[in-house]
């Protein structure tokens, strides 16, 4: 499995917006790139996923690089809620079979200060 | 909307105990999934079931069994609890992405 590589935290303010890096560089072409969060004893919630072009959803934003070796997710304006552990996980785009697990790293923890 | 339950939600056990952590799915999903979790760490897959009918290894199945009873259920089994066991235990389901998850099993193993 391609690999990826976060920092290990960041922190923030309330309502500032936030860049979570990700670097990819041993990403396949056929590797879509997710992003998934875990809040404080629950478990993980899906928050986002691309291929090759920039996404948007209700949650957060995904900036792919142009060579995708790398990716930034985007929390536009940060609240208090948004405080936790953030996973950015490659997966082949044949989801069926072996193809569909996912392997997580140990994310980065995201805080945010009122 | 239920999603992925999982029960008990808290457990604690006796090296040597057996038990079944239940997950059911109101998805109609194909996959489901079980990891474990422990303190500081990301989660790891223990076992997987692409559909139902079939299940895999993932990359700590050892100490372990599993059973997909259907399409809606996918059962993890620890036969002889040991503590390296004591973790937090994660059911997930897709199909195929983006997998949803339970609110997971603390687990206790004394």
């Known amino acids: 499995d391609a690999k990826t590589t976060q920092p290990n935290s960041m922190e923030s303010n309330e309502e500032e917006p936030v860049h979570l890096p990700c670097n990819h560089s041993?990403?396949?072409?056929?590797?879509?790139i997710h992003w998934y969060r875990q809040l404080p004893s629950q478990g993980p919630e899906y928050v986002i996923h691309?291929?090759?072009s920039n996404v948007n959803n209700r949650m957060a934003s995904l900036a792919i690089a142009e060579d995708r070796k790398s990716s930034t997710l985007i929390l536009h304006r940060a609240t208090l809620r948004d405080a936790a552990v953030y996973y950015c996980?490659?997966?082949?785009?044949?989801?069926?079979?072996?193809?569909?697990?996912?392997?997580f790293g140990k994310g980065i923890t995201l805080s945010v200060r009122p | 909307n239920a999603g992925v339950t999982q029960t008990p939600k808290f457990q604690v056990l006796k090296t040597g105990q057996s038990m079944t952590l239940q997950c059911a799915q109101d998805?109609?999903?194909?996959?489901m999934y079980w990891y474990r979790q422990d303190p500081g760490m990301g989660l790891r897959l223990i076992y997987y079931?692409?559909?139902?009918?079939?299940?895999d290894k993932g990359e700590v199945p050892n100490g372990y069994n599993v059973s997909r009873l259907n399409k809606r259920e996918f059962s993890l089994r620890l036969e002889s609890a040991a503590p390296s066991q004591t973790s937090v235990y994660f059911c997930?389901?897709?199909?195929?992405?983006?997998?949803?998850f339970g609110d997971g099993t603390r687990l206790s193993i004394l």
């Open positions: 041993t990403i396949s072409g056929t590797d879509y």
């Open positions: 079931s692409a559909s139902e009918g079939t299940t």
């Open positions: 998805m109609n999903h194909n996959s």
């Open positions: 691309g291929l090759t």
């Open positions: 997930a389901s897709s199909d195929p992405a983006p997998q949803h």
């Open positions: 996980i490659l997966r082949e785009a044949h989801y069926t079979g072996a193809n569909s697990k996912l392997t």
